[in-house]
């Protein structure tokens, strides 16, 4: 086991995070590392290669910032709401930079991170057939199926170098409790080379032991292991607070010039050392409202002779 | 008689499409709330599932995106991404899909990736999400939008999600497991498929719609049906449904 993966978000950052990484925020719509994604923005990092299936706001705030020299997707829109306004930007009219897009499905992406998790060399999936996308992305490309002769697409795996995975409690070395809404957690994790988990608490290993199927990522995948409640506003974490529908709503506002939305990133994100500062600036009213109702599962027997 | 909303008419046309006991893949807005009405009405065994990988959720508010927190409490079942494309899909268990987009053509094909070519287009427009692994592979597909010329074009801008592509012949080629598209509901009337050519046809006009006013408003010559039916008007019993669902009228 190796020891002192506890560390702050700063270091994590800064330790695994380089300039042309290509890096995946991992979490469908729920626990989406909002705080792992400031402070990347904070320690200036360039040219990154944004995988996301759903860039959502976090990447759209990565872009306007000027992290971002490509962004690897599935769905590039603000869901319920309607457009990500930086990305368009961005890949429309080159503010502040130009960025290429890869594009896939949700199967495409969910397929690659899988093929990259497992080490396939790549993955049949029963899509793609009859769109436009494949003849735009060399990637998706078909094979012949070696048992019916049927031609089938096929997508490569993906293996990002840094993924932050948000997750509800792990222990000090990273074994991960997750529930609610899974997405593409364990499969970022295990494609990853280096996977920074950040948590709404650290536990100990007691606690995670007597619970194992709820262990989503085990310690052995983890290279840093940071604290950090509220890492995820606006986006939620389920039994902690809630999705900020209200917020997802207003960045459409937020972000209909670019000089706006830099007015809200320098309030937001640059102009705060860290995510405990992010949390003090939000109104007690604000977080009152996004507290869930509780609703407890029942406890499971896990014993044996 | 009650009266209601175009949007309204369209979720309880929508609504009366899903069967008891089949499983639905639900979208946000107007498919949620079909959904969420066919099991209060006569599909109380409506299996809701989303493609954020919840399954038999039973949200008690309307939800503003497929992932969330609401669609988790209750659930039968919370699954990865990959798995809910992988087993739920692919593996064939998903009756009905619910599609949008920003432009549907005579097929049935749908675009929500681009207005104008791909590489300079006129407007980038989110992109496939799940809807093309979801045309591909459900049973049905269901198509609610608002009658607009400019919804409804003759060939799409760019194919995301396969309907029949350029009839069923060239779509069986293509060997799909999914069923393929089933009906487009809108505020005019409701269009299905011709069995043979996989053509969009008028079957039905909602109340006081003429079929000119349909053909109006679709940019090529209509197909319709050898007997066009006139959609029953909503309920009382199904606005109040629908409106316990959603008060606050979204």
Known sequence: ?305 | MVDYSSSELMVVVAARELKDYESVLVGVGIPNLAANLAKKLQAPHLNMVYESGAVGSNPTRMPLSIGDPCLVTGAKSICSMYEQFAYYLQGGRIDVGFLGGAQIDKYGNINSTVIGGYKAPKVRLPGSGGACDIASNVKKIIVITPHEKRRFVEKVDFLTSPGFIEGKDKWRLLKLQGGGPYAVITNLGTLKFDDATGEMTVVSLHPGVTMEKVQENTPWKLKVADKLEQTQAPSEREIMALRALDPDRT
């Open chain 1, 1 to 305: 086991m190796e020891a002192g993966k506890l560390t702050t978000m700063k270091e994590a950052v800064s330790r695994f995070v380089k300039d042309g990484d290509t890096v995946y925020l991992a979490g469908f719509t729920h626990m989406i590392p909002f705080a792992a994604g400031h402070e990347i923005m904070r320690q200036k990092r360039k040219d990154l290669t944004l995988a996301r299936a759903t860039p959502d706001i976090v990447y759209d705030q990565m872009i306007a910032a000027g992290c971002c020299k490509k962004v690897v997707f599935s769905y590039a829109g603000n869901p319920g709401v309607g457009s990500l306004r930086c990305f368009r930007r961005a890949f429309e009219k080159g503010l502040p930079n130009r960025i290429e897009i890869e594009e896939y499905s949700h199967f495409g992406m969910s397929g690659r991170l899988f093929a990259g998790a497992t080490n396939m060399p790549f993955l049949p999936i029963r899509t793609n057939t009859g769109s436009d996308l494949p003849p735009q992305n060399p990637n998706i490309r078909t094979v012949k199926d070696p048992y019916t002769g049927d031609e089938i697409s096929v997508v490569p795996p993906l293996k990002p170098d840094v993924a932050v995975v948000h997750v509800q409690r792990c222990d000090a070395n990273g074994n991960s409790h997750v529930w609610g809404i899974i997405g593409e957690q364990k499969d970022t994790a295990f494609a990853s080379k280096k996977v920074i988990v950040t948590a709404e608490e650290i536990v100990d290993e007691s606690l995670i032991r007597s619970d194992p199927n709820r262990t989503l990522i085990p310690d052995f995948v983890v290279h840093a292991v940071v604290h950090e409640p509220w890492a995820c506003h606006p986006s939620y974490v389920q039994g902690y607070y809630d999705r900020d529908n209200d917020f997802y709503m207003e960045w459409d506002e937020i972000t209909k010039e670019h000089e706006s939305t830099m007015r809200w990133m320098d309030e937001w994100v640059f102009g705060v050392e860290d995510r405990q500062q992010y949390v003090k600036k939000m109104t007690t009213e604000k977080i009152l409202k996004l507290l869930p109702k509780a609703a407890y599962s029942s406890p499971v027997n896990y014993g044996s002779v």
